[in-house]
């Protein structure tokens, strides 16, 4: 019978971590969601004038192509 003792002290420690993790999220993200938070890794680091063409890796622009692919 010594188990539940030892449950429920572990049960409120986890129930206290996450109140207090809960309110330090509030209070850190008030101005964000969830959803632009986990849109943040596809975001360009420097935004693109509409109508400049895309650069590729190197950091060059990448060339237009007029050619028609074979089919």
Known sequence: MSVIPITVFFSL???G???VLF???QRHQ???SAERTSLL???E???RVSGEPCSTASGQPAPISTAQSPR
């Open 30 to 32: 008030h101005f964000s």
């Open 41 to 43: 890794p596809l975001a």
């Open 13 to 15: 420690i986890l129930v």
């Open 17 to 19: 971590l996450f109140v």
């Open 23 to 25: 309110v330090r999220e």
């Open 45 to 47: 680091e420097t935004p």
